[in-house]
C-alpha cells in the first residue's frame, strides 16, 4: 500500500510517511530552514540571494547552522537546484561543512530507510561531491554510507548503492589512499558483497569489485592487514575467482610479494578483527534489532522477535550469506554487562542456535560453523576475549537436550577443522582450539567438559573421535546416568557469572530455546534412548510449568527508587489494593499524572515495569467469557489495564496526551507482549472504542517494531499460542480493519488453521457466507493457495473450505493446478477436483488440467476429462480441438524448449495426445460417444498429417478413429451420398453391437446414455466450425 499524505498536513518532501506518522523532527527543522533560505532569496538575483545569504550567516552561530541546513535540505528536495545549492555551500560555511557532515551522518544511521527515493539519489550525489572536494571528514560520511548496503540483498535500491560508492571510491582512489582505515574498510566491504553479486547477471558490477579489491590489496597490503583474521576468511570463500586465486596463493606461498612486512598466513591469523569491521557488514536496523533482542528481550519470548527479523532478513535465498556475518557481530561486538548476563534476558547462544536452524544450505551451514568457531582456531588468552569463544561452546551445552543433533555437528565441526583448516598451521590450530577449551573451563563457562564430550545421545564414532582429540577434557568411562546428571546440574556460567535459575525453568527454556519449528531437529532418537522420559519431555515442551510463577507475589522493589514519590505512592496503592474496582480507580489517577504537563518521561520505562509486574495476573488465562453477551463483554473489558485503552479512545490524535500515553502503552509492550492482543480485544468487545480499531495501527507505530504488518502479526501469534476462542472472536475485525496487512499474505490464515478445530471452522464459514469476513481477494489467493501446499492436512482441507465459502471464480486459480503434484499435494488435487466436477470446462480450465504430466497412478486429470465429457462433450470437443491445432502448428523444438525451461508443468502436443488417449481407454467400454464427435475427429486428422512416425505409432490407436472420416465440405456434391458407409454416424451405429454386448455385461450410466441421442447435431456443428478453420 503507497503511504497516503497525512490528512491537515502536506505530505513531507524528505521522508516517507504514512497518516498515522508524527510529523518527524528533522524533516520539520530542515523545512524551516528551507523556508528560511527561501524568504532570503525570494525574487532576488543570483548574485543578491548569496549577498543576502553571506549577511545572514555572518549574524551569529544560529544563522550559520540554518542558512547551510537550509542549502542542504534543497539539494535534497531539489535536483535541478542541487549544483547552485552546493556551490553556495562552500561559499557561506564556515565551519569546514562540519555541520552538513553531522546532518548526513544522522540521517544516514536513522532515516535512510525512510528516504524518498529522489532523496536518497541526491545523498549519494552530496557525498560524491564532498569527496571530489576533499572536504575533512567525508570518509566517515561514506564508511557510513556504505555500512548502509546490506549483505545477502540484491534487490535493485541495494545493488544501485553498492555500485555507486564503488564507482566513487574507483573515481577518487588518490583521495581512497590517503586514508588507511577507509582502505581496510572498503576492502572489507566489498569482499564480503562479490559473494552475493554471483548471478550471471551481475558479473559486471561482481568484477569492478573484484578489481577495485585486488588493486587495494596488492598496493596497500598492510593497510588492509589491520582488518585481522578475518580478512582471510573473507579471502577464503572467494579464493575460486580467478584474480583472487592468483592473490590466495601468494598470501598463502609467497607473502613478501604482497609487503615486506608481511612474514605470513599465520601473522594475520593470530591478529583479531576490530570490532570496527565485525559491524560495518550490517545495516544500522539490523544492528538495533539485533541489540534490542540481546538487551530487551526475555529468554523464552524471543520467537516474535526472530520471526521478523526472518521475514525482514533471512527469507530470501541470498540471504544465506548474511547468517555469518551476524553470528561473527555477535561473537565479537555483543558483549553483555555482568547485569545483563544474570538476568533472564535472551542469551547470545540462543541467537546463534536459531541462526544455525535457519541455514538451509550446506555451504550456508560450513560457513556459518566457521564463523562461531573462527576466533578459536588462533585463540590466545593474552589477545583474545573469552566473549568470543563462549557462545559456541554454550550453543552445543544447551542443545545437547532439545537439539542432539546441532551438538553432534558442531562437535563434529570441531574436530574435522584442526586438520583440514590449513595443514601446515595444524599444530597452530589444535594449540588455539585447546587453548579456548582450557580458558572456558578456567573462566567457569562450564565446569566440566566430559558430559559434553562424552555424551549417551552422540553417537559412538563421534565420542570415539573427541577422546582422541580431546582426551584431556574426556574423564575416564563413567556410568552414563552421572554425566547426565552432572550435565543437568551445571550452571550457566557467562564471564564467571552463573545465572541462578530452577532447573525446570531452564530445562523448560532450553526445550525451545531456538522457537524455529520449521527447521528443528527430530526427537526421534531422544525418544527410542529415553523411553521413560519421552512423554514428560512432550508435555513439557507443550506445556511448560507456569504454577511457581503464578504463586510468587509481585516484586516492584527494584523499580520504586527510580520514581518521584507521588507517583511511588499511586504504585504501592495499587500494589495493596485488592479488587478490581479499587485498582482501576488508582490506575485512572496513575493515568492523569502521566497527562501532566511537568510528568518526567524518564519514568515511563520503570513505570511501564511496575505496571507489568502488578498486573500479569491479569493477562494469564482465557480474556474471552464464556458466554458471550453485551454485558460479559463490558465487564471483561473492566480491568487496570484497559483504563489506559479508554482514555486513548476518548482523545483526538493531535492530543499531546495521546502520543505520551502511546509512548506508555509501547513501553508496557517491551515488558508484557500479550498487551497487543488485549488491546485488539478491547477495541472490538468495549462500546466506548466502537469505531476506533484504526487506534491499533497508532499503537503499532508506536512501538520498538514501527511497523502494523510485523506487530500485528506478532500479536496474533501471542493470541493463538494463548486463546484459540479468542483468535476467532477477533478474525473477523482483523480481517476487515486491515485488509492489506492480513490479504496479501498467508501468515494469519495459517495461525488460524493451525489451531482451530471442525466447530470453529464452520462458524468462520458462516461469517464468510454472511458477508462479515472475507480472507481472500482475487490479487493475492492464488499466492495464498500455493503457500498453503506447505502446510498439515487438515491446515490445507479447512483453507480450501474458506477459500470455496467465499464467492471467487475457480478460475481465478486454475493456474495452482502447475504447481501441483500428484503424490505430495493430494489434498489440493482432492479439493480442486471436486469443485471443477461442479464447473463447465471453459479454455483456460482445460489448458490447465491437460497440463498436468502423465503418471500411470495420476488418475486427476483422466478422471475431470471423463465428467466434462459425460456431462459438456461439446464444449469440452471444442477446446481440445483448439488446444490439438494450436499446439500441433508450435515447432517441436520450441516445444520442447517451453516445457524445460520452467519448473511448473507446460502444455506440449505429447502431452495432450497421452491425455487424450488415457481417456480413450477409459472410455472404450461406456456408451460415451465423445471420441465420435466431429472437432475431436478433425483434430486428430490434422494432428495426425503433420506428425513424425514415432508419434503416430505411438498413438496409432487413437489416431484410427479418424482414419475413416471425411470432412463433407472438401467432398464432391456425389460423394456426400457415400457418406452414410464411411461417416462417423455410420462407425457408430456399426459399433453399436460391441456396446450392447457391453451393456448386457455391466449397465453404462444414464448420464453417458443421455449424451448420446444429441451426436448428429454436435457434428452438424462441429463440421461448419471446422470448414471455416480449415478455410
Known amino acids: 500500500m503507497e503511504p497516503s499524505p497525512a490528512k491537515g498536513k502536506p505530505q513531507g518532501r524528505l521522508l516517507v510517511s504514512t497518516t498515522l506518522d508524527a510529523k518527524d523532527e528533522l524533516e520539520e527543522r530542515l523545512e524551516r530552514c528551507v523556508g528560511i533560505v527561501t524568504s532570503l532569496t525570494n525574487g532576488l538575483s543570483e548574485r543578491e540571494a548569496n549577498d543576502a545569504i553571506t549577511a545572514n550567516v555572518c549574524k551569529g552561530p544560529q544563522q550559520h547552522e540554518e542558512v547551510c541546513l537550509g542549502l542542504f535540505a534543497l539539494l535534497l528536495t531539489e535536483p535541478p537546484q542541487a549544483q547552485r545549492c552546493y556551490r553556495d555551500l562552500t561559499l557561506v560555511n564556515r565551519d569546514g561543512m562540519n555541520v552538513i557532515l553531522i546532518k548526513i551522518n544522522q540521517i544516514l544511521m536513522e532515516k535512510f ?439 510468587e507475589p509481585a516484586d516492584i522493589t527494584p523499580y520504586m527508587d527510580q520514581l518521584d514519590d507521588t507517583m511511588k505512592e499511586k504504585v504501592l496503592q495499587l500494589q495493596k489494593g485488592s479488587d478490581t474496582e479499587t485498582h482501576c480507580e488508582v490506575m485512572q489517577e496513575i493515568v492523569d499524572l502521566i497527562l501532566e504537563e511537568d510528568f518526567d518521561s524518564e519514568q515511563m520505562s520503570t513505570l511501564a515495569s511496575c505496571l507489568a509486574e502488578l498486573f500479569k495476573g491479569h493477562f494469564r488465562g482465557d480474556v474471552l467469557p464464556d458466554e458471550i453477551t453485551e454485558e460479559s463483554l463490558e465487564e471483561s473489558v473492566c480491568k487496570p489495564v484497559c483504563l489506559v485503552f479508554r482514555n486513548l479512545c476518548q482523545m483526538q490524535e493531535d492530543n499531546s496526551g495521546f502520543s505520551v500515553l502511546l509512548e506508555m502503552l509501547a513501553e508496557l509492550y517491551q515488558k508484557q507482549p500479550k498487551i497487543g492482543y488485549h488491546l485488539l480485544f478491547y477495541l472490538k468487545a468495549s462500546k466506548a472504542a466502537m469505531g476506533k480499531m484504526s487506534l491499533y495501527e497508532s499503537f503499532a507505530q508506536a512501538t520498538a517494531l514501527g511497523d502494523l504488518h510485523t506487530c500485528l502479526m506478532m500479536d496474533m501469534k501471542a493470541c493463538q499460542e494463548d486463546d484459540i476462542r479468542l483468535l476467532c472472536y477477533l478474525t473477523p475485525s482483523i480481517y476487515t480493519e486491515f485488509p492489506d496487512e492480513t490479504l496479501r499474505s498467508g501468515e494469519l490464515l495459517n495461525m488460524i488453521v493451525a489451531v482451530i478445530d471442525s466447530t470453529q471452522l464452520q462458524e468462520l464459514m458462516c461469517h464468510v457466507m454472511i458477508g462479515n469476513l472475507v480472507m481472500f481477494r482475487k490479487d493475492s489467493v492464488l499466492n495464498i493457495l500455493i503457500q498453503s501446499l506447505e502446510w498439515e492436512t487438515f491446515e490445507q482441507y479447512s483453507t480450501w473450505q474458506l477459500f470455496l465459502a467465499h464467492n471467487i471464480p475457480l478460475e481465478t486459480i486454475i493456474p495452482i493446478l502447475q504447481h501441483l503434484k500428484y503424490k505430495e499435494h493430494p489434498e489440493a488435487l482432492s479439493c480442486l477436483l471436486l469443485q471443477l466436477r461442479r464447473e463447465k470446462p471453459s479454455g483456460e480450465m482445460v489448458k490447465m488440467v491437460l497440463s498436468r504430466p502423465c503418471h500411470q497412478e495420476d488418475q486427476f486429470t483422466t478422471s475431470i476429462l471423463r465428467h466434462w465429457a459425460a456431462k459438456h462433450d461439446d464444449v469440452l470437443g471444442e477446446h481440445i480441438k483448439a488446444l490439438l491445432i494450436k499446439n500441433n502448428n508450435l515447432p517441436r523444438k520450441r516445444q520442447s524448449l517451453r516445457s524445460s525451461s520452467s519448473k511448473l508443468a507446460q502444455l506440449t502436443l505429447e502431452q495432450i495426445l497421452e491425455h487424450m488417449d488415457n481417456l480413450r481407454l477409459n472410455l472404450s467400454n461406456t456408451k460415451n460417444s465423445f471420441f465420435t464427435q466431429t472437432p475431436i475427429l478433425q483434430a486428430l486428422q490434422h494432428v495426425q498429417a503433420s506428425c513424425d512416425e514415432a508419434h503416430k505409432m505411438r498413438f496409432s490407436d487413437l489416431f484410427s478413429l479418424a482414419e475413416e472420416y471425411e470432412e463433407p465440405s472438401s467432398k464432391p456434391p456425389k460423394s456426400r451420398r457415400k457418406a452414410p458407409a464411411s461417416s462417423p454416424r455410420s462407425r457408430k451405429g456399426a459399433a453399436t453391437p460391441v456396446s450392447n454386448e457391453e451393456e448386457s455385461a455391466s449397465s453404462s450410466a444414464s448420464e453417458e446414455e443421455d449424451s448420446k441421442p444429441k451426436a448428429p447435431k454436435r457434428k452438424r456443428k462441429g463440421s461448419s466450425a471446422v470448414a471455416s478453420d480449415s478455410d
Open 113 to 551: 530507510l525512510k528516504l524518498q527515493d529522489v532523496c536518497r539519489t541526491q545523498l549519494v550525489w552530496l557525498v560524491r561531491e564532498l569527496v571530489k572536494s576533499g572536504v575533512i571528514g567525508a570518509d566517515g560520511v561514506l564508511m557510513t554510507l556504505m555500512k548502509q548496503i546490506a549483505g545477502g540483498d540484491i534487490t535493485s535500491k541495494n545493488l544501485w548503492l553498492a555500485e555507486n560508492v564503488l564507482d566513487i571510491l574507483v573515481d577518487q582512489r588518490e583521495w581512497v589512499l590517503k586514508s588507511g582505515m577507509l582502505i581496510a574498510m572498503s576492502v572489507y566491504t566489498y569482499l564480503r558483497l562479490i559473494v552475493d553479486h554471483g548471478t550471471p547477471a551481475l558479473l559486471v558490477l561482481r568484477q569492478k569489485e573484484v578489481d577495485f579489491c585486488i588493486g587495494l590489496l596488492r598496493e596497500k597490503f598492510m593497510e588492509c592487514f589491520i582488518i585481522g583474521r578475518d580478512l582471510v576468511r573473507l579471502l577464503q570463500i572467494v579464493a575460486r575467482i580467478p584474480e583472487m586465486e592468483l592473490l590466495w596463493k601468494d598470501l598463502l606461498h609467497n607473502p613478501q610479494a604482497l609487503s615486506p612486512q608481511f612474514t605470513g598466513l599465520l601473522q594475520l591469523l593470530t591478529a583479531r578483527t576490530s570490532r570496527k569491521f565485525l559491524a560495518c557488514r550490517l545495516t544500522p536496523d539490523m544492528e538495533t534489532k539485533l541489540l534490542f533482542m540481546t538487551s530487551r528481550v526475555r529468554f523464552g519470548q524471543q520467537k516474535r522477535y526472530q520471526d521478523w527479523f526472518q521475514r525482514q532478513y533471512l527469507s530470501t535465498a541470498e540471504s544465506q550469506s548474511l547468517r555469518c556475518d551476524l553470528i561473527r557481530y555477535i561473537c565479537g561486538v555483543v558483549h553483555p554487562s555482568n547485569e545483563v548476563l544474570s538476568s533472564d534476558i535472551l542469551p547470545r547462544w540462543a541467537i546463534i542456535g536459531w541462526l544455525l536452524t535457519t541455514c538451509t544450505s550446506n555451504v550456508a551451514a560450513s560457513n556459518a560453523k566457521l564463523a562461531l568457531f573462527y576466533d578459536w582456531l588462533f585463540f590466545s588468552p593474552e589477545k583474545d576475549s573469552i566473549m568470543n569463544i563462549e557462545p559456541a561452546i554454550l550453543v552445543m551445552h544447551h542443545s545437547m537436550k532439545p537439539h542432539p543433533a546441532i551438538t553432534a555437528t558442531l562437535l563434529d565441526f570441531m574436530c574435522r577443522i584442526i586438520p583440514h583448516f590449513f595443514p601446515p598451521l595444524e599444530g597452530q590450530v589444535r594449540q588455539g582450539v585447546f587453548n579456548s577449551l582450557t580458558f572456558i573451563m578456567e573462566k567457569r563457562v562450564l565446569a566440566h567438559l566430559a558430559p559434553l564430550f562424552d555424551n549417551p545421545k552422540l553417537d559412538r564414532e563421534l565420542r570415539s573421535m573427541l577422546r582422541e582429540r580431546f582426551a584431556e577434557f574426556c574423564s575416564s568411562p563413567s556410568p552414563p546416568t552421572e554425566g547426565r546428571d552432572e550435565g543437568a546440574n551445571e550452571m550457566k556460567m557467562e564471564e564467571s557469572v552463573s545465572l541462578e535459575m530452577d532447573n525446570h525453568v531452564l530445562l523448560d527454556k532450553e526445550d525451545g530455546c531456538y522457537d524455529n519449528t520449521e527447521a528443528a531437529f527430530s526427537d526421534d532418537e531422544e525418544e527410542i534412548n529415553n523411553k521413560g522420559e519421552g512423554n514428560k519431555k512432550r508435555e513439557f515442551r507443550f506445556h511448560p510449568i507456569k504454577e511457581a510463577i503464578i504463586e
